[in-house]
């Protein structure tokens, strides 16, 4: 078994090549700007763990691998689209170097080369591999779409079961997903299949929990991130949603007060409402529900204990994080 760092270089030296051809330049010049921003690939590296949890690890792993790096990055284009948004991991966005009619079409043709990479798969468990990816892949769309329908809603009238609803498809599907392809792969059974896909659904949940809570209690220069980031730009969030629910009504008013205006002492006054509902123990505490039910999955998958234990040592890592 080999750590997150080992197969994410493993990753890198497969991945780290020319995808597209040189013409027309612009369409793949924007198709590659994305690629070459670089990320953390936890995606595909969930992918090679999902296999070496069954098996040694296989050349069909890294196609899917790639095929769920593509995907991810496809995502994340027509996202900063949809967003308006300037910049991803502090570079310019696509659309915004290229155009959006570039960039769509770059996202487009990224999403028709997944299906290439899936391609080469082994046909033995490729009508499988694409039914799987396929679902992930359509709850990814259908979660992206929830979240911009809340983004017109006043937060209380989002309710906390759907957000966590939409979190799940937007987020955590795709790392579920992930380690299912590696899975199927590496010859797990129905079974264990199912209780991996919990595990990472229930890890991509409280994963986003943490990062909400990072973002408003954060250490600054671990997180990386101005403080209260999200809460200068009203975004929903697991916080702000539980803050409506247990606040009193005079607390729920200056709230309200908040968002509608950009006083300069904005963040620390909704820390302030945070800490007096005790949201920040809350999150604590949901994210450890998250996290239980996630490693409650893992426990239960029938294979020795020393070949789950890279993916319990990445989950505590993301969910231990200060950055």
Excluded at 109 to 131: E, H
Excluded at 226 to 240: E, R, V
Aim: net charge negative; proline share 3%; with cysteine.
């Amino acid at each position: 078994m080999q750590s997150f760092k080992e197969l994410i270089a493993q990753f890198s030296q497969h991945f780290d090549q020319q995808h597209f051809p040189a013409e027309p330049a612009k369409l793949y010049k924007a198709a590659s700007h994305i690629l070459e921003i670089g990320g953390k690939r936890i995606r595909p590296v969930l992918c090679l763990m999902g296999n070496e949890l069954f098996d040694d690890l296989h050349t069909d792993a890294f196609h899917a691998a790639s095929a769920i790096e593509l995907f991810h990055n496809f995502t994340l284009i027509h996202d900063d689209i949809m967003d308006k948004a300037p910049l991803r991991r502090g570079k310019p966005t696509v659309h915004t170097v290229y155009g959006d009619t570039a960039a769509i079409l770059s996202g487009d043709v990224m999403l028709i080369t997944v299906y290439d990479r899936l391609n080469r798969v082994n046909a033995k468990y490729q009508k499988k591999l694409i039914s799987v990816f396929n679902k992930a892949a359509v709850e990814v769309c259908e979660g992206q779409q929830l979240d911009m329908d809340f983004e017109d809603l006043d937060p209380e009238q989002v309710d906390y079961q759907h957000y966590v609803h939409m979190i799940g498809l937007k987020t955590s599907v795709l790392l579920a997903a992930s380690l299912q392809l590696g899975a199927i792969i590496g010859g797990g059974s129905e079974g264990n299949q199912e209780h991996l896909y919990s595990f990472g659904k229930n890890v991509g949940i409280a994963f986003q929990i943490q990062d909400d809570y990072l973002d408003a209690f954060g250490d600054p220069e671990k997180f990386g991130k101005q403080q209260g980031g999200d809460i200068l730009a009203n975004k929903k969030t697991f916080l702000l949603l539980k803050a409506f629910e247990l606040c009193n009504d005079a607390q729920k008013a200056e709230l309200k007060a908040l968002l509608a205006a950009n006083p300069a002492d904005k963040v620390e006054r909704v820390l302030g409402i945070y800490r007096d509902c005790k949201v920040d123990k809350w999150a604590e505490m949901e994210k450890e529900r998250f996290t239980t039910e996630a490693f409650s999955h893992l426990e239960k998958i029938a294979v020795l204990s020393s070949r789950k234990q890279p993916l319990k040592e990445l989950a505590d890592f993301l969910l231990n994080r200060q950055q």
